[in-house]
């Protein structure tokens, strides 16, 4: 069984980790909107204060039409945003907090990691991935160290 939590609360949760990791107003604002949102959405279906993974799926697909065949790259900046909200509201549920990424902030390696990461960054060209999924798991590198 899908695990249901109170949207009040996670919202709340979501809210309250952006302002403690100094989020702009502005980005809390946009990404409250978000919320407000899908408060809407899941009242407009019957499923009052509930967030569950289900339901978060079918407010992207229903508002956005999130995933839809048509390959998008990058996503436009509002379905990224609404995607991201999800995955916030998600990540509270699940671990109680979320990791902000860092904007264009240079990462000092360690001499003894680089070797490794330049493999890492070597074995990801080589890869059947895509190029907008190598690019984003090079990208993602800085989250991890």
Not at 62 to 76: A, D, G, R
Request: glycine share 4%; net charge positive.
């Amino acid at each position: 069984m899908e695990l249901e939590s109170s949207l009040q609360k996670l919202s709340v949760g979501v809210l309250t980790e952006m302002k403690r990791m100094n989020y702009a107003k502005g980005t809390i604002h946009y990404n409250s909107r978000f919320i407000a949102q899908y408060s809407e959405f899941v009242v407009s279906i019957g499923q009052n204060d509930k967030f569950s993974e289900t339901l978060a799926k079918r407010f992207l697909k229903e508002q956005y039409n999130y995933p839809s065949k048509e390959v998008c790259s990058p996503l436009p900046l509002k379905i990224a945003a609404a995607v991201r909200v999800m995955r916030l509201l998600g990540e509270i549920r699940a671990y109680g907090a979320f990791v902000k990424k860092p904007n264009g902030i240079n990462i000092d390696w360690a001499m003894e990691d680089i070797g490794i990461i330049n493999s890492y960054v070597e074995s990801m060209q080589t890869r059947n991935n895509s190029e907008a999924t190598k690019k984003l798991r090079i990208a993602d590198l800085p989250t991890f160290y």
